[in-house]
């Protein structure tokens, strides 16, 4: 048995409590590991699992105590499920590196998970744009109100997809009232680059599935998802980043068509 898993066994025998497990899939993030890091110390155990990564995020990772799982995973969801079946805890908190758990909701981590059998709980997220908390116009593609970040281990699969893979929870769903700050964005520059990013992986998905939408779903996509942002999730509250919350959300079906047609075409002349 090694060091860690003496410790932890040891953790379960001396609290007689849910063993909570904290996992960080992360890629290249040492600017932003380390701070995310910090605010995990509360768990009783933190796993880093590293993609691909090329930086110094694995030796930040072990001056936390963090176990370190490292290796090659091209789709989200199987990078991520392998991180939580590296977790050896009865329930697990999934934390990005640009999320910081606060105390506040640690102390409310805790008295969940000791109070409830089964099941996962909603984590609402403070959602900010460099130093901005920014409460308004969030979507599902650049950010979301709450998501299903804790769970009892089985609780939460993810799907197949490179970008937002479907998840699938078991059991009693359950909220917490506490925030977990999430820094979406950096800068403008950084909302821009995930755009591209987010869209080059959504096209090849479309790609590999087939199911592709033609142009008229997409047009009427551009439009409910402007409104959705600006109007009815009042992005309209947080003037121009609201304006530029409801523009981004806009352009992210009509990217994908576009990325979509271009490698179809580019194919087609092979």
Request: hydrophobic letters at 45%; proline letters at 3%; a positive charge.
């Given at each position: 048995?090694?060091?860690s ?8 025998g001396?609290?007689?409590v ?20 910090e ?6 155990e ?68 000791a ?15 460099g ?8 979507g ?9 970040s804790?769970?009892?281990r089985?609780?939460?699969?993810w ?8 998840i699938d ?15 979406v ?5 950084d909302?821009?680059?995930?755009l ?30 402007a ?20 523009m981004l959300s806009?352009?992210?079906?009509l ?16």
């Amino acid at each position: 048995m090694s060091e860690s898993e003496s410790a932890l066994t040891s953790e379960i025998g001396r609290h007689k409590v849910p063993l909570l497990s904290a996992l960080v899939v992360a890629r290249n993030e040492e600017a932003r590991l380390g701070a995310c890091l910090e605010c995990l110390h509360f768990a009783d155990e933190i796993v880093v699992l590293l993609d691909r990564s090329t930086d110094g995020s694995a030796a930040i990772a072990s001056r936390h105590g963090a176990r370190v799982v490292e290796g090659a995973w091209e789709i989200e969801g199987e990078r991520r499920n392998a991180g939580i079946g590296a977790c050896r805890g009865d329930w697990i908190l999934e934390v990005d590196s640009d999320e910081h758990v606060t105390s506040a909701l640690a102390v409310e981590l805790r008295a969940a998970i000791a109070a409830v059998a089964d099941g996962y709980f909603l984590v609402p997220m403070a959602n900010h744009i460099g130093g901005r908390l920014v409460s308004y116009g969030w979507g599902a593609y650049n950010g979301v109100a709450r998501k299903a970040s804790l769970f009892r281990r089985g609780a939460k699969h993810w799907g197949a997809g490179r970008v937002h893979p479907k998840i699938d929870l078991a059991g009693p769903r359950r909220e917490l009232r506490e925030c977990m700050d999430h820094f979406v964005y950096r800068d403008v520059s950084d909302m821009l680059r995930r755009l591209d990013r987010y869209t080059d992986l959504a096209a090849e998905d479309a790609l590999e599935s087939g199911v592709i939408l033609g142009l008229p779903r997409t047009l009427r996509r551009v439009f409910s998802r402007a409104w959705k942002s600006y109007v009815a999730r009042r992005g309209y509250r947080e003037g121009p980043w609201g304006v530029a919350l409801a523009m981004l959300s806009a352009l992210y079906p009509l990217l994908i068509y576009l990325k979509v047609a271009t490698r179809k075409a580019g194919a087609g002349k092979k």
